[in-house]
C-alpha cells in the first residue's frame, strides 16, 4: 500500500509554523547568507563567549594526547570551529570529520583548516544529519554545536547519531537552553529581540537571519525534555550541565 505523507505535519521555524518539509529549505537560506560572516557574528553576538563554551565541549570530548587513534564526528560543523578545537587538543592520532548541509558553510571551514594546517587531519562531508552516509559503529565521538536545533526531525537525527557511534561512543550537544536566573532572563529577552537582529542588520546586512536564530533558540526543548528524547534515541547515562545561567547546556548521552 502507498504511504501518503501526513499533510499537516508542521515544523517551527523562529516563531512560525511551516510544513515539517519546508523547513530545512528555509535554514539552508538562512545559513547560505550567514556563511561568509559568521565567525565575526558569533564573537559579537555572545561576546566572546561562545569560545568557553566551545572550549566546555571539547574538555567533555576529551580528545587523547597520545597518537591513539580517535575519530570526531562534528554534525552540523559549519565552518569548522568544534572540529579544529578537538583536533588541536588532541594528539597525533586524532582525525575529525566536519559534516554539514550546507556547501557554502563548509568551504568557509575548508579555508580555515588549510590556513591552520589542519586540512589532512579533517574530512568534510555534505549531508542532512538526519541520513548519515556513514558506517555502523564507526566513531569514538560525535559533537553538534548549535545544530540541533536547526534539524527538522531531532528524533531521525539522534537516532543516527546512536547509529555511528561505536559501543562506548560518546554524544555531546551543546545548545542554546531555558534561562534559569530571573534577574537575566528580561536583559537576555531584550538583547535576543533588540540587540541580536540589529547587529545582524549592521554586519551581515541581514536582520531577518538573525531573529530566526534568536526565535528557533526560544522554541528548543526544555534541557529535560531534551535529555528524554536522547535516552529515547538509545543513549544511556545521559546528562546536560547548564552555562552561563542556562542561556547554554552542554548535553551528554553514551552509546553503551
Ligand atoms: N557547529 C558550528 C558552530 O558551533 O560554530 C556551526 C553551527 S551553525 C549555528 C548551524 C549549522 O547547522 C549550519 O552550518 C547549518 O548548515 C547546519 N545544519 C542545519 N541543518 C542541518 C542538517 N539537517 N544536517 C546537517 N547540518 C545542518
Partial sequence: ????????????????????????????????????????????????????????????????????????????????????????????????TILDINGEMLAVGRERALRRGLDTAVTFIEANAETLPLPDRSFDAYTIAFGIRNVPRMDVALREAHRVLRPGGHFLCLEFSSVDVPALEALYDFYSFNVIPALGRAVAGDAESYRYLVESIRNFPRPQAFAAMLREAGFARVSFTPMTGGIVALHSGWRL
Fill in 1 to 96: 500500500m502507498e504511504m501518503i505523507e501526513n499533510p499537516t505535519k508542521e515544523a517551527n521555524f523562529g516563531f512560525r509554523r511551516v510544513p515539517l518539509d519546508h523547513k530545512q529549505g528555509l535554514v539552508d537560506d538562512v545559513f547560505r547568507t550567514v556563511a561568509r560572516r559568521y565567525d565575526l557574528m558569533n564573537d559579537l553576538m555572545s561576546g566572546g563567549l561562545h569560545r568557553a563554551w566551545k572550549a566546555a565541549l571539547v574538555t567533555a570530548v576529551n580528545p587523547p594526547k597520545s597518537g591513539r587513534a580517535f575519530r570526531l564526528l562534528d554534525v552540523a560543523g559549519g565552518t569548522g570551529d568544534i572540529a579544529f578545537r578537538v583536533l588541536e587538543a588532541g594528539g597525533s592520532g586524532t582525525r575529525a
